[in-house]
């Protein structure tokens, strides 16, 4: 007897917890989602629709939480990852006045030519979408051939773009810049100068910007490596990397 043949015309559909109903459909609504299916008894389920894709959501586990950021995860394989990014934060500043860059729900910053940005939800779960043709060699543990500041430059990088973890990303730099700071290319600490400044704006902890501002400035480099260390950041003219601010102390005794 002849064994049946599996046929190869599958549909995967995976349910993402849903620990707030309300948070989650204020959210995605938000960013422009349209709810196509809504349940909530005898069991949550959710599904969400935007351009042509669906994320679907269910009742959550007991002991989830949404804090730890690990609930659940919808990969979005798309040609180009900047128009959707360009798209979510527009709805964001729409809807909120603000792009939600910190805390719980959020979406990590996109730099040109990144091929790949996450978005967080009030659960905890991890919507990230990725460009199609991402490089197959790009190496998510950073790379093993660079060494002494510009490995941890790229250590940071895998922190922040693919961990969403921009703290982490801010120490990596700071513990290189005092290991390696003296030794290094004047570039490469220009470039770790400037991504501290861009990682304090997004945490919104400035305690170290103006003095890494002065530092930045100070720095041999030409215009052309100027604009080099600028063109890696998202919002580079917003962080106003080559003047040093004026302290409201100096401010006011140039106005005597």
């Known amino acids: 007897m002849t064994e049946p043949m599996v046929r190869a015309n599958e549909t995967t559909v995976p349910v993402m917890p849903c620990v707030s109903i309300e948070e989650t459909l204020e959210f995605y609504q938000a960013l422009g989602f349209e709810v196509t299916y809504q349940q909530t008894r005898p069991y949550i389920y ?9 994320l679907h959501f269910g009742t959550p586990p007991k002991n989830i939480d949404p804090n730890q950021e690990d609930a659940g995860a919808c990969l979005v394989i798309v040609d180009a990852v900047a128009p959707y990014h360009a798209e979510f934060t527009r709805a964001m500043r729409a809807t909120y006045g603000r792009v939600l860059a910190k805390g719980r729900p959020r979406i990590t910053r996109y730099k040109p030519g990144a091929s790949r940005f996450t ?23 950073g790379s093993k051939h660079l060494t002494g ?9 895998i922190f922040a773009e693919f961990k969403t973890d921009d703290r982490t990303a801010l120490r990596v730099i700071t513990t290189a810049l005092r290991r390696h700071g003296d030794t290094a290319p004047p570039l490469e600490v220009a470039h770790a100068l400037a991504h501290l400044i861009e990682l304090a704006a997004a945490l919104e902890e400035t305690d170290g910007v103006d003095e890494w501002r002065r530092r930045l400035n100070a720095l041999d480099i030409t215009d052309t490596e ?17 003047r040093t601010e004026a302290s409201p102390e100096a401010e006011a005794a140039g106005a005597l």
């Open 226 to 242: 100027r604009h080099q260390v600028a063109e890696g950041l998202r919002d580079a003219d917003a962080l106003h990397l080559w």
């Open 46 to 54: 959710l599904v969400l629709e935007w351009s042509g894709f669906a």
């Open 119 to 141: 978005v967080i939800d009030p659960s905890g779960n991890s919507i990230i979408f990725i460009q199609r043709d991402e490089p197959a060699e790009l190496e998510y543990g």
């Open 149 to 157: 500041l510009a490995k941890a430059l790229d250590h940071a990088r």
